[in-house]
C-alpha cells in the first residue's frame, strides 16, 4: 500500500511539471511567427524587423503589417494581463514584453530563443501614458525596465492576439491522469486482496 502511494505521488509529480512546462513556453510556429502557449500571443519571429522613426510611425506599421497570413498585427501592451497598471521600472511581468522576459525568460543579454535579434533597447508598446497622451509606454529587453518616453526612434516588435493553444488543460489533464492511477492502484490493491484471500483458503 505505501509502495502504491508513492508512486502515486511520483505520478502527480511528474504530471505537474510536464504541466508547468507545457503552459510557459515559446514555441516556433515554424512561418516566422512565435506562439506563447502560455498567453495564446502570436509575435513576430525577428524582433529588429523594423525600425520606427516615432510612435505613430510605429503603430502605422502594425496596424499595416501583413504576415503568415494576419493582418491584425499590432503593438504589444503595456497593461497587465487584467486590465490594471501600467507597471513602471523593473519586474513588469505583467505587461505582454514584461511576460516574455520575466517569465519566459527571453531577454537581450540571455536566451534570446526561440526569438532572434532582439535589440538591448527601449521597444514602443501599444499605450499611451494616461496623464499626457504626447508620451507612451515601452518595453527594454536589455534592462528590464517598462517606462515612459517621449518618442524617438525605437525598434517595435509586433504582435497579435491568437487563438488558445490546443493542448490539453493542464489541470484537466492531471486530474484525467489521476483519476487513472488510483483507478488502476484500487484496482491493483483488490487484486492482491483477493489472491490473498485464495492463497490462505477463505473464500
Known sequence: ???MFNLLWIVVI???NLAFAANAAVVDSGNGTITDTDTGLMWLKDANTYTAQSWIDAVSWAEALVFAGYDDWRLPSALNADGSGPCSGNNCYGSEMGHLYNIEGITAHGSQYPFINIQAAPYYTGTVYVSNPS???YFNFGNNVQNI??????P???VR???PPTI???ISSILFIIGGAVFGGRL???QKIFKGKYSLGLS
Open 135 to 137: 508620451w507612451v509606454w
Open 161 to 163: 492576439g491568437a487563438s
Open 149 to 154: 518616453t517621449t518618442g524617438g526612434i525605437r
Open 1 to 3: 500500500m505505501k509502495k
Open 188 to 190: 491493483y490493491l483488490r
Open 14 to 16: 511528474i504530471i505537474c
Open 156 to 158: 517595435v516588435l509586433a
Open 168 to 170: 490539453p488543460e493542464p
